[in-house]
């Protein structure tokens, strides 16, 4: 079982930086695959970016790519996700979510939100002038 604790959110005005933190409470953080989800309200969740348990691989969904930058320290179990130029579509709900991988990466396993099976609590953004 893994815990996952996310914190780091808050209201900025467009344009403005953000960094999410996600801790977890398992001394194998370095053999999952990590995600950072959002959900508005009224929309689906959707995944925003992915990393490979290592940490040498990141993926990101085109509406974020060039702001956000996700990374991980296996040394702390900590998942982080650096936002900057944020916009007020920006604004919902980040998660952070887990899936134990075999392999040091696979992409049909990373990015699929089904596939992952440990969720945070969530961390509220709001982006707004």
């Known amino acids: 079982q893994v815990q996952l604790v996310e914190s780091g959110g808050g209201s900025v005005q467009p344009g403005g930086s953000l960094r999410l933190s996600c801790a977890a409470s398992?001394?194998?953080?370095?053999?999952?695959?990590m995600g950072w989800f959002r959900q508005a309200p009224g929309k689906e969740r959707e995944g925003v970016a992915f990393?490979?348990?290592?940490?040498?691989?990141?993926y990101y969904v085109d509406s974020v790519k060039g702001r956000f930058t996700i990374s991980r320290d296996n040394t702390e179990n900590t998942l982080y996700l650096q936002m900057n130029s944020l916009k007020p579509e920006d604004t919902a709900m980040y998660y952070c979510?887990?899936?134990?991988?075999?392999?040091?990466?696979?992409?049909?396993?990373?990015?699929?939100?089904?596939?992952?099976?440990?969720w945070g609590q969530g961390t509220q953004v709001t982006v707004s002038s």
């Open positions: 979510a887990a899936v134990p991988s075999p392999t040091p990466w696979s992409g049909p396993l990373c990015t699929v939100s089904g596939n992952y099976n440990y």
């Open positions: 990393i490979a348990p290592a940490g040498h691989i990141t």
């Open positions: 398992t001394d194998t953080f370095s053999s999952y695959c």
